[in-house]
C-alpha cells in the first residue's frame, strides 16, 4: 500500500438508519449531506463528488454516478457554515436529502449522464477523432474530478470496507447503514488528513442529530 495513503475508520453508535428513518429523513441523503459539511470544512469548500449507483435492473447493468454535491445540499452547507438559525438549518437539510433522493433514482432509472458522456468520449477515441468541445470544458473537467469519492454498501457479511481517493487531493469515503450505527472508512493522500476529514464527519453527524432530534424528538426504541 502507498505510504502517503492515510485510512481512518469510523464507527458512529448513537444511532443508525433506523433513527434517521424516524426522524423523517432518507439515511443516504442524510448521509451525503453531512459528507457535504465534512468536506467543506476540511477543505474550505465545495468539491465535485462521486456516489455510485447500481443500474443492475439494466440487463448487463453495472453502475451510474449519483452527483450529490447538489444545489440543496450546497445550500445547506453554506447555512450551517454561515450561522444561520437552526430551523432554517433543519429546513435546508431535507430538502438537500429530498432532492438526493429524486437524482438517485434517476441514476438508478438510467437518468445519470456520466456513463452516456464517457462512452461518447470513448467512442471519440476509438476514431480517432480529436476530443469534443465539452470533454476539454473547465466545467466538465472540474465536474468529473470527483474530490470525494463514495460509495455504500448493503451487505450485512462485511464489518467495514474502503477504497483508496480517485484524485490525490480528494477523499475517498466508503460507508454502511445499517439500523443501530453507522460505519465509514475514509482515506486521503497526504498531506492530506483522513484523520482530520473523520473528524468533521463526526461533528456533522452531531449537528444533524440536534437539527433532526429538534423537528422530531426519537423514540428510545429506534435509538438502540
Known sequence: MDASLELCDVSWTAWGSRALKA??????????????LAFHRATGGP???????????????????IRSCTVEVAA??????????EAAQAAL???AARQHAIISREAAEGGGFDRHLFALQRLAAERGEPPPALFVDETYTTTT????STSTLTTPS??????????????????????????????????????AFAHELCSALRL??????????????ARL
Open 93 to 95: 437539510l431535507r430538502a
Open 23 to 36: 426522524w423523517g429523513i432518507a439515511p443516504d441523503g442524510c448521509v451525503q449531506a453531512a459528507l457535504q
Open 47 to 65: 468539491g465535485s463528488t462521486y456516489e455510485a449507483c447500481s443500474t443492475a435492473r439494466f440487463a448487463g447493468g453495472r453502475t451510474e454516478t
Open 158 to 195: 462485511l464489518v467495514l470496507s474502503g477504497f483508496g481517493p480517485v484524485h490525490a487531493d480528494g477523499y475517498g469515503v466508503s460507508y454502511q447503514l445499517p439500523q443501530h450505527a453507522l460505519r465509514f472508512c475514509v482515506s486521503a493522500y497526504k498531506p492530506h488528513s483522513a484523520k
Open 76 to 85: 445547506w452547507v453554506r447555512a450551517v457554515v454561515g450561522g444561520a438559525d
Open 208 to 221: 444533524v442529530e440536534r437539527l433532526l432530534q429538534t423537528e422530531a424528538p426519537l423514540p428510545s426504541r
Open 145 to 148: 474530478c470527483n474530490l470525494l
